[in-house]
């Protein structure tokens, strides 16, 4: 059987009726090359199938055209989201993404950053997952790559970072519940570790004292991303303090986990009739649990596409 013909630079430049270095131009997008040539360079690309070697492009040029994308927890909607944004927004301009999953451990994360620094990508997007931003950040000076934290806080005021506005969001969600009538509110989920964890509490205690309303510290729960461990933690809660009557949650996950034990025990674990939460699938909007009617969910918007579409136009490259 025969083999098909490898499409050649060479052979695009004869297709288009230029020279082998006004193709290469237009390939890297340097150089002063009109919008006919262009086109008609860009024509014989598609008509012929040429397919551009990266490898050999970077030798050439010192880039890859690929950037690295370490997510904390792909299956979780906020990064499923993110890392769709992030791709197409890389693809539109040409780069690919080399996709890998750093887990909870900090160790790990270092190891998959090494992995992706010696692959000889253009630059590295890291997604919440756990680890040192200044061991991180010295790893990739040494190879004169630059470094975005997308999603979470970073201690270091000198590393690029995309992420929203905690506090805010956190004292837009606590102020809701008290203008609906709501006064004692407890706080759940994320870890003591997490600066993206106290940045919100910081939200939901500065709002409850602007409104004159106390703080209690037991109040204010940790648990993981888990719907299990949420329902445990706020099964308890309320059966010591039955007179909660709303609870700001860390992400949506966490405010499911809650609304289904409250669902399920029917209001028998407490009198907690409203959960808020970010979210990064739903619009801000109330959602009436339907075996307890009077149990609303409220979700805030987290744009987590939109922001991954925002850190392909930082400096990644």
Known sequence: ??????????????????????VSLVLSGKGRISTATGERVNAAIEELGFVRNRQASALRGGQSGVIGLIV????????????????????????????????????????RFSLLLNQGVDGVVIAG??????D?????????????????????DDVDTVRPDNMQAAQLLTEHLIRNGHQRIA???????????????GGYCATLLKFGLPFHSDW???????????????TALL???????????????????????CSKQGGKAGKAESIVTL???????????????????????????QRGNLVSHLRIA
């Not at 059987?1 to 006004?22: C, E, N, P, Q, Y």
């Not at 997952?129 to 200044?134: C, E, L, P, T």
């Not at 204010?220 to 706020?234: D, F, G, H």
């Not at 909007?285 to 339907?290: A, E, K, Q, S």
């Open 220 to 234: 204010v729960l940790e648990c993981t991303s888990s719907q299990k461990q949420a329902a445990e933690a706020i």
């Open 129 to 134: 997952a756990a680890g040192s931003s200044d």
């Open 136 to 156: 991180l950040r010295r790893m990739a000076e040494e190879k004169a790559i630059p470094v975005i934290f997308a999603s979470r806080a970073s201690y270091l």
């Open 1 to 22: 059987m025969a083999t098909a013909k490898k499409i050649t630079i060479h052979d695009v430049a004869l297709a288009a009726g230029v020279s082998v270095s006004t």
């Open 239 to 261: 059966r010591h303090n039955p007179t909660i009557s709303a609870v700001v949650c860390y992400n949506e996950t966490i405010a499911m986990g809650h609304g289904l034990v």
């Open 187 to 201: 706080w759940l989920g994320g870890q003591s570790s997490s600066l993206t964890r106290a940045e919100r509490v």
């Open 72 to 111: 904390r927890d792909l299956s979780a909607p906020f990064y499923a989201e993110l890392t769709a944004g992030l791709t197409e927004a890389l693809e539109a301009q040409g780069r690919m993404v080399f996709l890998l999953h750093g887990g909870k451990d900090g160790e790990q994360l270092a190891q």
């Open 279 to 305: 979210s990064n699938r739903f619009r801000w909007r109330h959602l009436p649990m339907r075996h307890q009617p009077h149990l609303m969910i409220y979700l805030l918007p987290g744009p987590a596409r």
